[in-house]
């Protein structure tokens, strides 16, 4: 079955520099969540979309921005990094603002900041 | 916001023993869900909870749904070494405009010993 296709899966950048993260959610689904998660942390909730509308926006810096496309496909966009960015981050897709049995995780991105 | 508190923070058991790992929150989630992380990877849905007082299993996981909906626990019996890695509880809010968004406890690092 498909799941949730992120890429790239590893990327590492300099401070100040620009990075933009890709997901692909399961066909049909209309929901996409973003996460961060640090390391030895749990994952924390950034921004959500549904049908190509910001639904939820959680801990996301000002510096970071996403937004949801046509196809459903999302991108989040990181400005200006800081070393603290540096973490895994993982978008999860649902149909319908789903109830969590129909929230799938992608494999994430890790993000390195140097 | 919301915070979730999940323990033990780390256990060390011998291959075949059972495992008990509970969530709870100053707040109330209409659905607990429990999730296995493996290095790398996304966490992975193991069982949903979505009523006051529900007991589900899934193979040798049991998992319940406290009857104040302000807890949830998840037992694994039988441990094997593959039951390795890291488990999150994780809540979903009962209303508002967060439908979607999850809570995560701050995960239970399970080691199993052949």
């Known amino acids: 079955a498909a799941g949730v296709i992120q890429s790239p899966r590893h990327l590492i950048k300099e401070k100040r520099e620009t990075a933009t993260l890709k997901c692909y959610p399961i066909p049909r689904h209309d929901t996409v969540y973003w996460y961060q998660q640090g390391p030895g942390q749990d994952p924390q909730f950034l921004i959500s979309f549904y049908e190509k509308m910001q639904s939820d926006k959680g801990s996301i810096p000002d510096r970071f921005s996403a937004q949801q496309f046509s196809d459903y496909h999302s991108e989040l966009n990181m400005s200006s990094l800081e070393l603290g960015d540096s973490a895994l981050y993982f978008c999860?897709?649902?149909f319908g603002r789903g109830r969590g049995n129909g929230y799938t995780f992608g494999s994430g991105t890790r993000l390195t900041v140097v | 916001g919301q915070q979730l508190n999940q323990s033990p923070q780390s256990m060390f058991i011998q291959e075949g023993e059972d495992v008990s790992m509970n969530c709870t929150s100053s707040?109330?989630?209409?659905?607990w869900l429990w999730y296995k992380q493996e290095p790398g990877e996304g966490p992975v849905l193991l069982i949903a909870?979505?009523?006051?007082?529900e007991l589900t299993s899934n193979g040798r996981l049991t998992a319940q749904f406290g009857i104040t909906r302000k807890d949830s626990f998840l037992n694994i019996s039988a441990s094997i070494p593959s039951d390795v890695g890291i488990y999150f509880c994780?809540?979903?809010?009962?209303?508002?405009?967060?439908?979607?968004?999850?809570?995560f406890g701050q995960g239970t690092i399970l080691t199993v010993h052949p």
């Open positions: 994780a809540g979903q809010e009962a209303g508002g405009t967060s439908y979607g968004k999850l809570t």
């Open positions: 909870l979505y009523k006051a007082g």
């Open positions: 999860a897709s649902s």
């Open positions: 707040s109330i989630f209409n659905t």
